[in-house]
C-alpha cells in the first residue's frame, strides 16, 4: 500500500516560510501528479500546486509568487516551500499522488499542520 508522510509543519509569524516535506514509499516518478492541498477549519479541501511527473507545474491563484513546489525523484519526496505566509495560509496540508491509468487512484498523506499567526 502507498504510504505518504508529511511533515515540516509548525506555527511561523506572518512573513515567514516553512518547507514541507512528503516522502513516499514508492518511486514517485510512477505517479502522473504529485500535489500538495489544504483544509482549513470549515472549509473544503483546496488544491495549493500540483507537478506532473514530465514537470508540469500549476498552483492555485493564492499561492503563486510565494510557494514552491518541486521534486527529487531520486529521495521519493516532493516538497512545498512556502514563504511570505499570511494568516490565511494557516490549514491542515496534506500530500497527494494520482495514479491516472487504467483508472484514477488516489493517494493520500496525513496531512501536517501549519499555523501562521498575525
Known amino acids: 500500500q502507498v504510504q505518504l508522510v508529511e511533515s515540516g509543519g509548525g506555527l511561523v509569524q506572518a512573513g515567514g516560510s516553512l518547507r514541507l516535506s512528503c516522502v513516499v514509499s514508492e518511486i514517485i516518478f510512477r505517479f502522473n501528479v504529485m500535489g500538495w492541498y489544504r483544509q482549513a477549519p470549515g472549509k473544503q479541501r483546496e488544491l495549493v500546486a500540483t507537478i506532473t511527473n514530465g514537470d508540469r507545474i500549476n498552483y492555485a491563484d493564492s499561492v503563486k509568487g510565494r510557494f514552491t513546489i518541486s521534486r527529487d525523484n531520486a529521495k521519493n519526496t516532493v516538497y512545498l516551500q512556502m514563504n511570505s505566509l499570511k494568516p490565511e495560509d494557516t490549514a491542515v496540508y496534506y500530500c497527494?499522488?494520482?495514479?491516472?491509468?487504467?483508472?484514477?487512484?488516489?493517494?493520500w498523506g496525513k496531512g501536517t499542520l501549519v499555523t501562521v499567526s498575525s
Open positions: 497527494n499522488a494520482d495514479l491516472i491509468a487504467p483508472q484514477l487512484m488516489r493517494y
